[in-house]
T-cell receptor, first 115, second 112 residues
Framework: DAGVIQSPRHEVTEMGQEVTLRCKPI?????LFWYRQTMMRGLELLIY????????DSGMPEDRFSAKMPNASFSTLKIQPSEPRDSAVYFC?????????????FGEGSWLTVV | SQKIEQNSEALNIQEGKTATLTCNYT??????LQWYRQDPGRGPVFLLL?????KEKRKERLKVTFDTTLKQSLFHITASQPADSATYLC???????????FGDGTTLTVKP
């Protein structure tokens, strides 16, 4: 299996621009997570989906952030408009049937820099 | 509020020694706890999972303990090698919580 695939791997954008991060989870996994990692705040869960339905978005920092999962093999995290404080590594992860101690598989991350 | 603390941001040890990393938590009753390894520029990679009714788990040179009374997990790497140098994260989950909460990680450096 190719694992969780994220794109782009690196993005540098100007403040105010829209940023779209993409994720393809591992085939067959029914949970998908978006995390953000910074030196100051560590690894934070932003939102997670189960069977393409958003379950908990309490970690989404503000209305500028939105996430969608139109089908089982694709999800996006969008920031509009972007701000310098959004600079971080954004990880997508997937797993099968949470609640039973299943392993979370992370992608390699999307490194976002907003200038 | 729920809190997870991992011992010191950095841990330096000599090759061949045992590294011991600590994960303490408060205001939490996790059903299980996981340890992940993260290398620079990469995503976290799962290492071990231990459930609340298990005291100890082993995998090759790795050993994890889980004390729900002390609210603490210890992660041991025996006969450490420079290749073990990485950041190690603990993650807690409640039963059917559907989401994991991660500690900030401890960066281990094993010197030859």
């Amino acid at each position: 299996d190719a694992g969780v695939i994220q794109s782009p791997r690196h993005e540098v954008t100007e403040m105010g621009q829209e940023v779209t991060l993409r994720c393809k989870p591992i085939s067959g996994h029914d949970y998908l997570f978006w995390y953000r990692q910074t030196m100051m705040r560590g690894l934070e869960l932003l939102i997670y989906f189960n069977n393409n339905v958003p379950i908990d978005d309490s970690g989404m920092p503000e209305d500028r952030f939105s996430a969608k999962m139109p089908n089982a093999s694709f999800s996006t995290l969008k920031i509009q408009p972007s701000e310098p404080r959004d600079s971080a590594v954004y990880f997508c992860a997937s797993t099968l049937s949470r609640g039973s101690g299943n392993t979370i598989y992370f992608g390699e991350g999307s490194w976002l820099t907003v200038v | 509020s729920q809190k997870i603390e991992q011992n010191s941001e950095a841990l330096n040890i000599q090759e061949g020694k045992t590294a011991t990393l600590t994960c303490n938590y408060t205001n939490y009753s996790p059903a299980y706890l996981q340890w992940y390894r993260q290398d620079p520029g990469r995503g976290p990679v799962f290492l071990l999972l231990i459930r609340e009714n298990e005291k100890e788990k082993r995998k090759e040179r790795l050993k994890v303990t889980f004390d729900t009374t002390l609210k603490q997990s210890l992660f041991h790497i025996t006969a450490s090698q420079p290749a073990d140098s990485a950041t190690y994260l603990c993650a807690l989950d409640g039963t059917n919580a559907g989401k994991s909460t991660f500690g900030d990680g401890t960066t281990l450096t094993v010197k030859p």
